[in-house]
């Protein structure tokens, strides 16, 4: 198992900052969901817990060690990154796109070995993309192409999964088997850092962590964190956070405020 802590990481494109001071704990063994309005600097946060992004200040440590000090091959055995957008070429198949994921264990003359089989084997099943392993990537429909991507990051074998925006395609029943394939993980001892939008997804999180403007806004559990006033300042909506009977919480959106009134509330 593997813990993240950022202390104050300050990035940004070129002169425009995006993330201010953010200072962070993310718990080993544990699923964290980023959440906040567009732009607010999510998808920046995970790309720099990727080393995808240089910070302009701050640093980023996993476990003991400086992130930008662990060598390229290491990094990859440690953390596996799934972006929003993903491009893979045309005519690639799931399995050799899955296959992608072990590269980081390929010796010095690529030998495929047992342990990478079974490793995309394994991917391939706990997605429920088996039967699709020889398809071409273009045949599948969105959702599906969304799964193998994931069946990429699985096959890495990674302590730790950053994963932005992973539900964004899937219908609901393949979104609540996503949610259940990282909750097994988590329990398994991996670490999952995720951008999600869909606060019906995010309520089944350990750990929230909002962002509004790229700052921290709050990190806690979902119950502590889902409050309409913290709602209405990140997304400018009046609603109200019910309690499901499981005793999570459940966002009920009323109506939509300007943005800009709700940023001029003190």
């Given at each position: 198992?593997i813990?993240?802590k950022a202390t104050g990481?300050?990035?940004?494109?070129g002169?425009?900052p995006v993330l201010?001071?953010v200072?962070?704990?993310i718990?080993?063994?544990r699923?964290?969901?980023?959440?906040?309005?567009?732009g607010c600097?999510?998808?920046?946060?995970l790309?720099?817990l990727?080393r995808?992004?240089p910070?302009?200040?701050?640093?980023?440590r996993l476990?003991?060690?400086?992130l930008?000090?662990?060598?390229a091959?290491?990094?990859a055995q440690?953390?596996?990154f799934?972006?929003?957008?993903?491009?893979?070429p045309v005519?690639?198949?799931?399995?050799?796109?899955?296959a992608?994921g072990?590269?980081?264990?390929?010796g010095?003359f690529g030998r495929w070995s047992a342990?990478?089989?079974d490793a995309?084997?394994?991917?391939?099943?706990?997605t429920?993309?088996?039967?699709?392993a020889?398809?071409?990537?273009?045949?599948?429909s969105?959702g599906?192409?969304?799964?193998?991507?994931?069946?990429?990051t699985?096959?890495?074998?990674?302590p730790?999964?950053?994963?932005?925006?992973?539900?964004?395609?899937l219908?609901p029943?393949h979104q609540?088997?996503?949610?259940?394939l990282?909750?097994?993980l988590?329990?398994?001892?991996r670490t999952?850092?995720m951008v999600l939008h869909d606060?019906?997804?995010?309520?089944h999180?350990?750990q929230?962590?909002a962002?509004?403007q790229?700052?921290?806004?709050a990190?806690?559990?979902?119950?502590?964190v889902?409050t309409?006033?913290?709602?209405h300042?990140?997304?400018?909506?009046?609603s109200?956070?019910?309690?499901?009977p499981?005793?999570s919480?459940v966002?009920?959106?009323?109506r939509?405020t300007?943005?800009s009134?709700t940023?001029?509330t003190?």
């Amino acid at each position: 198992m593997i813990e993240v802590k950022a202390t104050g990481v300050h990035a940004g494109y070129g002169a425009r900052p995006v993330l201010q001071g953010v200072d962070l704990q993310i718990p080993a063994g544990r699923v964290s969901v980023v959440v906040g309005a567009n732009g607010c600097g999510k998808s920046t946060l995970l790309r720099c817990l990727a080393r995808l992004h240089p910070l302009s200040r701050g640093s980023i440590r996993l476990g003991t060690t400086a992130l930008d000090a662990l060598p390229a091959r290491t990094l990859a055995q440690q953390l596996a990154f799934l972006p929003q957008s993903p491009q893979a070429p045309v005519g690639l198949s799931v399995e050799a796109l899955v296959a992608f994921g072990r590269h980081p264990y390929r010796g010095l003359f690529g030998r495929w070995s047992a342990a990478d089989r079974d490793a995309v084997l394994r991917a391939l099943q706990e997605t429920d993309l088996s039967d699709f392993a020889q398809r071409p990537l273009e045949e599948l429909s969105g959702g599906q192409r969304q799964r193998a991507w994931l069946a990429m990051t699985l096959a890495q074998q990674t302590p730790l999964l950053l994963l932005d925006e992973p539900a964004s395609m899937l219908d609901p029943g393949h979104q609540l088997e996503l949610l259940a394939l990282i909750r097994r993980l988590a329990d398994a001892g991996r670490t999952i850092v995720m951008v999600l939008h869909d606060l019906t997804a995010a309520r089944h999180a350990d750990q929230l962590i909002a962002l509004d403007q790229g700052r921290l806004a709050a990190c806690g559990t979902p119950r502590d964190v889902l409050t309409p006033a913290l709602l209405h300042r990140l997304y400018g909506i009046d609603s109200h956070v019910l309690q499901a009977p499981d005793g999570s919480p459940v966002v009920v959106p009323l109506r939509a405020t300007s943005l800009s009134e709700t940023r001029s509330t003190p």
